[in-house]
């Protein structure tokens, strides 16, 4: 019978509670006590007729007094002494009744120390000798399906064909085919690695081992290789089976020729004993390792070969898309209202992980909770996103009447120019409610994903973000540091403009980044960088680009000042407009110079 901790414990508890009773017991029961002289003051007056000796103890009964014990220094001296005094002696063999409880109990606690010690200590190599099990028939331990995973089509399906193999290998091995022994998840946070470890689970009719790539390490030499060859070993045996490993670049990273200290000679140990397990599989051995990582570019090259890494799989952020059935697949789970449009959010959070958007979801959700309503309108999902990316709205923040105006006239800069210009992205709203460090928004949301940009939109974005500041320095005549996230922003754009898209005439079409190449299986690391008269021609293009973009701008700003002063007029009146009353707002412009 295998007990647990908790029953370990409880028995300790109940002998330690049982022990203490008897001891109260026997204190309750003792007779008084008297002083050895007294005790013979009774014998010479006559008062004892029977005494029982026990080991020097000396029980006095059936005497005029009432019963009491004594302790004797000389019980033969004594034995004399009772019978000149006719008194009735018994004796007793030395009990050991307390000395062996108190023996028991003391064995009992070293006993419960030791196995409570032992399986903390063993908990370790144990729980990394099984991992994590899951099986696909405990639904309590894990309820995520492919039905779950969104947005990963092409990485589902490749997972989804490992598992048809586990459950009906004769398919593949018909045609002389072999199951990959391992599979890579790679890409950048939040974009859906573990989740699909966790459907694999949900999935599969085998064993599913889990665990972090961290948990392999540990301080003392040795420990990790032999948990890596404990996690294996069991796998073997329950094979064929699945063992995924999360954040393996903990103990994958590539390894150097000098080790700095105890801990890389440990990892790199541990990594050996994942090289040699993976590599040591018979081909009666179908265990199968899946590993996720965002930091695939630090993994030791011979663990991403093939016969360890057969397949590597590449989670890249979600296109418009993949948001939208990301979205619906949380929006599944609360209160929705129908007339919320899931594609318009998808629009509007370019750039979101899966991660990201199901924070979104439930962020909004927090919202509407909060503002004790029984569903999740749009008003919610859009103060969400706006609280994910610029943060919580300040709305004890003390702004003068100037600076909102001057916030207003910012923001309609912005939009104005967005407006005016062609092949831009349509605006989606503009709001002058500060949030986080941002006094204000304009927000643009394109019609489909942009997978490529033209240069006509590149120019036209450093515009857009330029007419904030022209606004100010033309309708103000003066400027301030509102700006100063427009301007690095644009000048980045013209930057990658010259030096990465070779969309400039004098440059040409050659990239002029720099670059660090390391060499494969070697320490030394390849340098390529512009001359210095490349570097000053780089500079001077991208002030053109800048100063070129700046004065068409300011152009605009000047010829269509009544439109800006329109939308700044109503932004401070109702502080958020949508893209639709800007629509509104611009047609009754057109109208007035028309007229």
């Known amino acids: 019978m295998k007990f647990s901790i908790q029953s370990t414990i409880f028995l300790g508890l109940l002998a330690v509670i049982g022990f203490i009773g008897f001891n109260f017991y026997i204190i309750g029961t003792r007779l008084p006590e008297r002083s050895y002289s007294q005790f013979l003051d009774d014998i010479a007056a006559g008062s004892v007729r029977e005494v029982t000796i026990r080991d020097g103890q000396i029980t006095v009964t059936g005497g005029s007094e009432p019963d009491f014990t004594t302790y004797s220094p000389d019980v033969p001296a004594l034995i004399g002494l009772l019978r000149n005094h006719d008194v009735t002696i018994n004796t007793r063999p030395a009990s050991s009744i307390n000395g062996?409880?108190?023996?028991?109990?003391?064995?009992?606690?070293?006993?419960?120390?030791?196995?409570?010690?032992?399986?903390?200590?063993?908990?370790?190599?144990?729980?990394?000798s099984r991992g994590?099990?899951?099986?696909?028939?405990?639904?309590?331990l894990t309820k995520v399906s492919f039905e779950d995973v969104a947005g990963i089509t092409e990485a589902r399906e490749e997972l989804w064909e490992i598992i048809d193999f586990l459950k009906d290998p004769a398919k593949y091995s018909g045609l002389g085919g072999r199951i990959p022994k391992g599979v890579l998840?790679?890409?950048?946070?939040?974009?859906?690695?573990?989740?699909?470890?966790?459907?694999?689970?949900?999935?599969?009719?085998?064993?599913?081992?889990?665990?972090?790539?961290?948990?392999?390490?540990?301080?003392?030499?040795?420990?990790?290789?032999?948990?890596?060859?404990?996690?294996?070993?069991?796998?073997?045996?329950?094979?064929?089976?699945?063992?995924?490993?999360?954040?393996?670049?903990?103990?994958?990273?590539?390894?150097?020729a000098e080790s700095g200290n105890g801990s890389s000679d440990e990892r790199e140990q541990t990594l050996n004993a994942l090289l040699v397990e993976m590599d040591g599989f018979n081909?009666?051995?179908?265990?199968?390792?899946?590993?996720?990582?965002?930091?695939?570019?630090?993994?030791?090259?011979?663990?991403?070969?093939?016969?360890?890494?057969?397949?590597?799989?590449?989670?890249?952020?979600?296109?418009?898309?993949?948001?939208?059935?990301?979205?619906?697949?949380?929006?599944?789970?609360?209160?929705?209202?129908?007339n919320v449009d899931l594609s318009l959010i998808a629009r509007s959070t370019p750039g979101f992980s899966g991660a990201e958007l199901a924070n979104l979801v439930n962020e909004a959700a927090l919202l509407a909770a909060?503002?004790?309503?029984?569903?999740?309108?749009?008003?919610?999902?859009?103060?969400?996103?706006?609280?994910?990316?610029?943060?919580?709205?300040?709305?004890?923040?003390?702004?003068?009447?100037?600076a909102r105006r001057l916030t207003a006239y910012h923001e309609a800069g912005h939009a104005a120019i967005a407006k005016l210009l062609p092949e831009t992205d349509p605006l989606h709203k503009i709001t002058i409610i500060p949030r986080g460090q941002s006094l204000g928004l304009t927000q643009q949301l394109p019609l489909a994903e942009h997978l490529t940009y033209t240069r006509s939109y590149l120019l036209n974005r450093i515009m857009i973000l330029l007419g904030g500041r022209l606004a100010e320095e033309v309708i103000?005549?003066?400027?301030?540091?509102?700006?100063?996230?427009?301007?690095?922003?644009?000048t980045r754009i013209a930057h990658r403009l010259v030096c990465e898209f070779g969309m400039n005439e004098k440059i040409g079409p050659v990239s002029c980044l720099e670059y660090l190449q390391a060499g494969i299986g070697d320490a030394s690391a390849v340098h390529w960088q512009q001359s210095q008269q490349t570097l000053q021609d780089i500079d001077k293009e991208i002030r053109l680009h800048i100063f070129k973009c700046y004065e068409d701008t300011r152009v605009l700003i000047e010829k269509h000042g009544e439109f800006i002063h329109m939308l700044a007029e109503s932004l401070l009146l109702n502080e958020t407009i949508d893209g639709e009353e800007v629509d509104i707002i611009y047609r009754c412009y057109l109208g007035r110079r028309q007229g």
């Open 476 to 490: 103000f005549g003066g400027l301030t540091t509102g700006a100063s996230n427009d301007l690095q922003t644009a």
């Open 132 to 140: 994590k099990i899951f099986q696909s028939r405990h639904q309590s």
């Open 283 to 338: 081909s009666n051995e179908t265990v199968i390792v899946v590993a996720a990582t965002n930091r695939s570019d630090i993994l030791d090259s011979a663990l991403l070969r093939p016969g360890r890494f057969d397949r590597r799989i590449t989670l890249h952020l979600p296109d418009i898309k993949g948001r939208l059935k990301i979205l619906e697949v949380h929006a599944r789970k609360v209160a929705v209202s129908n």
């Open 370 to 402: 909060r503002r004790e309503k029984i569903s999740i309108s749009l008003k919610e999902f859009e103060d969400a996103q706006d609280k994910i990316m610029m943060g919580l709205e300040r709305k004890n923040a003390v702004i003068s009447e100037s």
């Open 100 to 128: 062996i409880l108190k023996d028991m109990l003391l064995v009992l606690l070293l006993l419960g120390g030791w196995f409570i010690f032992s399986k903390k200590k063993s908990a370790g190599s144990s729980d990394f």
């Open 185 to 256: 998840l790679q890409g950048p946070p939040g974009t859906g690695k573990t989740l699909l470890a966790k459907a694999i689970a949900g999935e599969a009719s085998v064993p599913f081992y889990s665990i972090g790539g961290s948990d392999f390490v540990e301080m003392f030499a040795g420990l990790g290789a032999s948990r890596v060859r404990n996690l294996f070993s069991e796998a073997k045996k329950k094979a064929p089976c699945i063992i995924f490993i999360d954040e393996i670049d903990a103990i994958g990273g590539k390894r150097s």
